[in-house]
């Protein structure tokens, strides 16, 4: 097992927030994007956390937040096994969603909506997931914007879609699976428009990424802009541009140009429209229809 794999699983199992400086861990922030240098230790926000676990995940197929190489991950999972996790993650099994335009989910045999301003918590076991591949589903990465989904500017044809929380505690799992077995024509990745976001959403494989529609007219001087967070991701700008083609290295080259980070708060405040860029067609230097 790689050494950043051990040591990222070490401090999420540890629920530890900030670790003894070294090289490994500088390199391991500096790829993603994530961590504040105190003295000789590095501290990680939850946010910072959940990307190092998302990294993983997508880099590697293992979710260091559980032993993968040991049975009962899922049992552990509901249960809550974590006397750490279990502090702080009340609802922290429960799957957070909505749906924008006409789209309903199917809830223990229901068909539900949710209002504009509010979001549903639903067990995992209890939402319909065959029912869900048949609408368009949008991971959402930062939780803040969830109760503001109705101001996501999604693509038209996006419109009518399940926006879901990635997750940040035990519900990340069950994200995973849903995602996995989502259909890739209607799967799609809302992430911070930086590096770390966009190679992140690169590497899940598959469905889109949804970036802004005029990326060309965001830069330096952007208000909202964030110098700083992008010279943090010197390594994952360097990912992005080696894994990305097509209109996705365009945008990492504009990013790098511009010192480009934009996050998704402020995207979704400022009501800017999203444009889908299929991932596998960005992977491979097609230009979709």
């Not at 501290?43 to 990294?55: E, I, N, S, V």
């Not at 539900?112 to 869900?132: I, N, R």
């Not at 080696?242 to 080259?253: K, N, P, V």
Request: hydrophobic residues 40%; charged residues 25%; contains cysteine.
């Amino acid at each position: 097992m790689p050494a950043e794999i051990t040591a990222i699983e070490r401090m999420l199992k540890a629920g530890k927030s900030k670790v003894q400086r070294n090289k490994l861990w500088e390199q391991i922030c500096a790829e993603n994007g994530v961590g504040q240098v105190i003295g000789r230790e590095i501290h990680f926000t939850p946010d910072d956390k959940q990307r190092l676990r998302d990294y993983i995940r997508a880099e590697h197929g293992v979710d260091p937040q559980y032993d993968s190489r040991a049975g009962g991950r899922m049992v552990m999972a509901r249960q809550n096994a974590s006397e750490k996790l279990s502090r702080d993650s009340v609802f922290g099994h429960l799957l957070v969603l909505a749906t924008a335009g006409s789209t309903k989910v199917r809830v223990s045999g229901a068909d539900v909506k949710t209002p504009q301003g509010s979001v549903l918590s639903v067990q995992p076991e209890c939402l319909d997931t065959d029912y869900l591949k048949s609408s368009k589903l949008v991971i959402v990465e930062n939780g803040g914007v969830m109760p503001c989904w109705a101001d996501i500017r999604l693509p038209e044809s996006w419109k009518s879609s399940v926006i879901l929380y990635r997750g940040h505690r035990e519900n990340a799992r069950a994200v995973a699976e849903i995602t996995r077995a989502q259909p890739a024509d209607r799967l799609a990745w809302f992430y911070d428009f930086d590096p770390a976001g966009q190679v992140i959403a690169l590497d899940q494989g598959r469905g889109s990424t949804l970036v802004p529609r005029v990326w060309r007219e965001f830069g330096r001087h952007t208000p909202f802009n964030q110098p700083k967070t992008h010279r943090n991701q010197a390594l994952a700008l360097k990912r992005l541009k080696s894994r990305a083609s097509g209109e996705l290295l365009a945008i990492a080259q504009h990013m790098a140009s511009e010192e480009l980070a934009l996050m998704q708060e402020h995207m979704v405040l400022r009501h800017v429209q999203l444009a889908a860029l299929p991932i596998e067609c960005e992977k491979m230097g097609i230009t979709p229809d």
